[in-house]
């Protein structure tokens, strides 16, 4: 993945990283660059340093 912007929003223990990049994907053995925008959601656990992804969203970008 070539990350081409991205900016994160946080709040308390959650944060949203939204961006455009280009992913490397191969479909029936043919491989394949696609523009991709996107969304990641993250929390953080009380006390706990590490983030969790907990869900994420791409559409492609024409």
């Known amino acids: 993945m070539n990350v081409l912007e991205d900016r994160a929003v946080i709040s308390g223990n959650t944060a949203i990283v939204m961006g455009i990049g280009d992913f490397d994907i191969t479909i029936s053995g043919n491989q394949k ?4 925008s996107y969304i990641e959601v993250f929390v ?10 907990i869900a994420l969203t791409a559409s492609a970008v024409h």
Not at 33 to 36: A, F, G, N
Not at 44 to 53: A, G, I, L, T, Y
């Open 44 to 53: 953080r656990e009380d006390n706990e340093k590490q983030w969790k992804m």
């Open 33 to 36: 660059i696609t523009r991709l």
